[in-house]
Antibody, heavy 122, light 107 residues
Framework: QVTLKESGPVVVKPTETLTLTCSVSGFSLSNARMGVTWLRQPPGKALEWLAHIFSRDEETYTPSLKRRLTISRDTSKGQVVLMLTNVDPGDTATYYC??????????????WGQGARVTVSS | DIQMTQSPSSLSASVGDRVTITCRASQSVSNYLNWYQQIPGKPPTLLIYAASSLQSGVPSRFSGGGSGTEFTLTISSLQPEDFATYYCQQSHSTPVTFGGGTKVEIK
């Protein structure tokens, strides 16, 4: 059974760095067909893709946040970490991690974590 | 970035109705198009991938179509558990982008 679970702070102060961890089970982070992605959803708004990482340590970021984002993985622990620097209230959102399944160049987000609600406030 | 536009942004329908949601891309995405369902307070779930392939475990009343810049998601007979928000997403180009969502409400 594939599961993903996000963990991290509930409240972060402006200018601080937000660090979120996605713990996965039921699949291996070294599987060439699979990766992990991070997305977020501000309250009442649509989904926004942030970054993903694949087994070859191939990292891809959304251009608008690339300077502030870092994604990394620890295959032995089954964890993927997302760091977002210099947060502001506009970064308040529910953050999701999801499994990326890749097949013949098509990718899809086929399993999702429950989400981690993060508020940026002083 | 490729912009994804969904219409309508919301609709009211009754159980048993046939519902169609449209998603348009600002440039061709071929068939690199996925659909997700999100029930309030829950994470999204994958319904359709590669424009028309049904994800395992998803009821057959859901179907997807289209290619290039125009796509549809159809629910052939709306069920009570289908009242949710639906999102399209393109994976043709980075950054991956989503539509603004279509909220399906009970009439």
């Amino acid at each position: 059974q594939v599961t993903l679970k996000e963990s991290g702070p509930v409240v972060v102060k402006p200018t601080e760095t937000l660090t979120l961890t996605c713990s996965v089970s039921g699949f291996s982070l070294s599987n060439a067909r699979m990766g992990v992605t991070w997305l977020r959803q501000p309250p009442g708004k649509a989904l926004e893709w942030l970054a993903h990482i694949f087994s070859r340590d191939e990292e891809t970021y959304t251009p608008s946040l690339k300077r502030r984002l870092t994604i990394s993985r620890d295959t032995s622990k089954g964890q993927v970490v997302l760091m977002l620097t210099n947060v502001d209230p506009g970064d308040t959102a529910t953050y999701y991690c999801a499994r990326v399944y890749s097949s013949s160049s098509y990718i899809r987000f086929d399993h999702w974590g429950q989400g981690a609600r993060v508020t940026v406030s002083s | 970035d490729i912009q994804m536009t969904q219409s309508p942004s919301s609709l009211s329908a009754s159980v048993g109705d046939r519902v169609t949601i449209t998603c348009r891309a600002s440039q061709s995405v071929s068939n690199y198009l996925n659909w997700y369902q999100q029930i309030p307070g829950k994470p999204p779930t994958l319904l359709i991938y590669a424009a028309s392939s049904l994800q395992s475990g998803v009821p057959s009343r859901f179907s997807g179509g289209g290619s290039g810049t125009e796509f549809t998601l159809t629910i052939s007979s709306l069920q009570p558990e289908d009242f949710a928000t639906y999102y399209c997403q393109q994976s043709h180009s980075t950054p991956v982008t989503f539509g603004g969502g279509t909220k399906v409400e009970i009439k």
